[in-house]
């Protein structure tokens, strides 16, 4: 880092003018990164609905293509049929859709079939461009006749479309939310202004790698949300950290140059082991076979390393160009700064400008909690475990539907074909079955108190297969229809059961089984990298459990709250905060072994380590939980579940845990903190940062 600091300050205008090229490239790609998401994702390799997806392809010709409608709703007395002109207009002009049907009319409704020549998947595309054929949530969605879109592909097009829209909404709010928060922390607006910069520009260039990423490879409709949610706060929390440390030298009267070497060997160092641990965890999704999952993990993956670049090569540049403005209070702030300190560092009652200042804050904080860490640690592990209790019952869903307001045009549609056709018309179980045993499976289908229809049999290209499609009586993402196809996988044993309810089973059952090797995973990971970092085995055994606690508590939250959580949910709050707790983690506990290096005294150490760094905590925490609370105020269900899981994990864990857990842990484990077996010690290795501030500060 210090010659990585050495080598930037002489080609800053060189390292500022890749950055502004890179920005300008991405730039016109994040402005439309959603064009190319999908829905698709969600197929268990191996599983029966794969199976079932891809016999119908390519054994039934064209049965399994996927079913597309317009639902046309005329109020008040009014015709029907323009809508129901222009939409076969739509239609005659698009690829691989054509009208699959008469118009079928029910009071204000009528439901005009249509038929596409692609799966499911790639019909989230097909109905996107008849979206923007009929303007779809514009004009035609307005006024007494109203046109809609329905099917599996409609679903996860109307959804791209929301997820954009809360996305744009999200960043507009949270932007300005963040800025308010570093003006408070810092008192200057350029220095403010530096981690918002940083924030932005990893974002923007994140989103232009989404869009090439999305081109080759599905990438899901969320990834967007999940990207901009992480991006915003660890770019900027990231920069935050390295420019506290900065801002903290140079009023220790440091020379800046010299201070800003400081900051990118200390605090720069622990932003670059938090950004890789956070990419480490992250890659545990990897370890689930879900393209959407994956998809996330991996546009998160993508804006953490962009910032940690960033971190280490854009701000130390700004910093020395910002000069002064960088690490001083701007004029306002000055004055206010000034007053309140005087009134609160003198002793109460006394008017004698020399009289000994009262400790800060902080430092009365760590010694309250350090001089009773019994109390501190179990008041702190109760509230914890009181928050994590109702998790014992998490119960966990997926599917589209459930994704839009009762108000969205799409839900709208879906509700009124519902009317027509039934519920789960849309949603179809496919059974393929031996010739042999098309008789016996129709009937197990018949006596299933959920088929509510059963289309007639339609024979495989070399007649040895037959596939049964059967509508359930609830819709495909309920509870009744999962159930319906377990039962049925056990009454008919030579069928391979697929349609959207089976697939949403099968993806329920990938995650849940998969949760061990990601808990696994993170938990070993964050282990080894502290072990290394710290040097020490008891240290990183107490933040594995108390970052347990952490999640278990944001599980508890989101039962209570939602009752059921998207099936996404569980893995990508596990390692989204396993990855960002250590932020917290390490910016603390490296100040400590600092502090420790220095003086050899444990609570000393934990002390001045904690009261040097609690306001940086704090203030980065804050960041974080506030951003993510916009998610949950303008995203889908399933990112306001994100969002509020990772902002209780992050708001707990940087208050109760780093601010009175973890001290309290330390002062009642004395030397033993530090224990490290002789084979350990002479295999790790050291590092040396914790002496940076020494040899750079003589």
């Not at 994702?41 to 996927?66: K, R």
């Not at 996107?128 to 996860?156: C, F, M, N, Y």
């Not at 609370?629 to 969002?643: C, S, W």
């Amino acid at each position: 880092m210090l010659g990585l600091d050495r080598w930037l300050a002489k080609r800053r205008w060189l390292v500022l003018g890749a950055w502004v090229a890179l920005l300008a490239a991405a730039l016109p790609f994040a402005m439309k990164q959603s064009e190319h998401l999908t829905g698709g994702g969600f197929g268990v390799p191996g599983s029966q609905s794969e199976e079932v997806a891809q016999l119908t392809q390519d054994d039934f010709g064209g049965a399994g293509h996927a079913q597309l409608g317009a639902v046309v709703i005329a109020r008040d007395g009014a015709s029907p049929a323009a809508a129901l002109a222009e939409v076969r207009a739509a239609v005659a002009a698009a690829p691989d859709v054509d009208v699959g049907g008469r118009p079928i009319t029910r009071g204000e409704t009528t439901l005009l079939p249509l038929q596409t020549t692609v799966d499911d998947v790639r019909s989230t595309d097909v109905a996107k461009d008849l979206r923007e054929r009929l303007d779809i949530g514009g004009a035609a969605s307005s006024g007494p006749v109203t046109t809609h879109l329905v099917g599996q592909g409609a679903l996860w097009a109307g959804l791209q479309q929301v997820s954009k829209d809360s996305l744009a909404e999200a960043e507009g709010v949270g932007f300005p939310i963040v800025l308010l928060i570093l003006l408070a922390v810092f008192g200057s607006f350029a220095a403010a202004s530096l981690p918002l910069a940083l924030g932005l520009v990893s974002v923007l260039i994140t989103g232009g790698v989404i869009y090439w990423l999305s081109r080759m490879t599905d990438m899901s409709v969320f990834v967007t949300n999940m990207a901009s949610m992480v991006g915003i706060g660890v770019a900027v929390d990231y920069s935050l950290f390295v420019l506290a440390r900065y801002r903290e030298e140079v009023h220790k009267g440091v020379a800046p140059e010299r201070a800003r070497g400081i900051a990118m060997a200390t605090s720069g160092v622990a932003v670059t082991f938090s950004g890789l641990t956070v990419m480490a965890s992250l890659a545990g999704l990897f370890l689930v076979g879900s393209t959407s999952l994956r998809s996330m993990a991996m546009g998160a993956i993508v804006v953490v390393a962009v910032s940690v670049l960033a971190s280490a090569t854009l701000l130390p540049v700004l910093m020395k160009l910002f000069g002064h403005r960088a690490y001083t209070r701007g004029r306002v702030f000055s004055l206010m700064h000034l007053a309140s300190r005087n009134r609160s560092r003198r002793r109460r009652g006394s008017t004698n400008p020399d009289a000994p200042e009262r400790p800060t804050f902080w430092e009365s904080w760590t010694a309250r909690v350090t001089k009773r860490p019994v109390l501190a640690a179990v008041g702190s592990a109760a509230v914890l475990l009181a928050l994590a209790a109702p998790a014992v019952n998490l119960d966990t869903q997926d599917g589209a539907l459930r994704q839009f307001a009762a108000t969205d045009e799409t839900r709208i549609g879906f509700e009124a074909a519902a009317e027509i056709t039934g519920p789960g018309a849309s949603s179809a179980l496919r059974v393929v079955v031996p010739a042999a045993d098309a008789r016996s499976a129709r009937a197990a289908l018949a006596a299933d108190p959920e088929v509510a229809k059963i289309a007639p049999p339609v024979t495989s290209d070399d007649g040895s297969k037959v596939l049964l499609t059967a509508a359930p009586v609830h819709d495909g993402e309920s509870a009744e229809a999962k159930a319906a196809v377990q039962r049925l996988r056990e009454a008919i044993p030579s069928a391979a059961i697929g349609g959207n309810p089976a697939g949403l089973l099968d993806f329920d059952n990938l995650v849940s089984g998969s949760m061990w090797k990601i808990v696994l995973f993170v938990l070993g990971l964050s282990f080894v990298v502290l072990l290394v970092l710290l040097r020490s085995v008891v240290l990183p055994l107490k933040a594995v459990v108390m970052n347990l606690l952490s999640v278990g508590a944001a599980f508890g939250v989101l039962e209570l709250v939602f009752g059921t959580v998207d099936t996404l949910t569980p893995p990508l709050i596990l390692a989204v905060v396993f990855g960002l707790s250590m932020d917290y983690e390490v910016f603390l506990l490296t100040r400590i072994r600092e502090r420790f290096t220095a003086t050899g005294d444990t609570r000393r150490a934990v002390a001045e380590g904690l009261a040097n760094s609690a306001k940086t905590i704090t203030s980065a925490a804050v960041i974080m939980a506030s951003v993510f609370m916009v998610f949950v105020f303008t995203g889908v269900p399933a990112i306001r579940q994100l969002g509020l899981g990772n902002a209780v994990a992050i708001a707990v864990d940087a208050t109760l845990v780093r601010l009175v857990l973890v001290p309290a842990a330390m002062e009642l484990m004395g030397k033993w903190n530090w224990w490290l077996p002789r084979p350990l010690a002479r295999v790790l290795p050291k590092g040396s940062f914790e002496e940076a501030p020494a040899a750079l500060s003589a």
